[in-house]
């Protein structure tokens, strides 16, 4: 498996390599935003990268604003939700 970033490449099927993008975004956005961030993720992969879109992965991950910190705060402390 190769890293770079938030986007995963790995062997599969016959060593090809399909790439997956991972998004971590905190809880609560609509399925409809979710949507669309999935279809521009795709669109902006395949336009630079090249590739077909039903070869792109993507995952989200949802967390709970507590459970992410940045610059050594937790968010919720820090954006005070």
Partial sequence: MLTQGYCIWFLSGENALCPIIRVEIFKGRSIDKIRDLVKILTDCFVKTLGGKPGGLQITIIEVDIQDMDSG????CDKYKT
């Fill in 72 to 75: 050594g705060e937790l968010c």
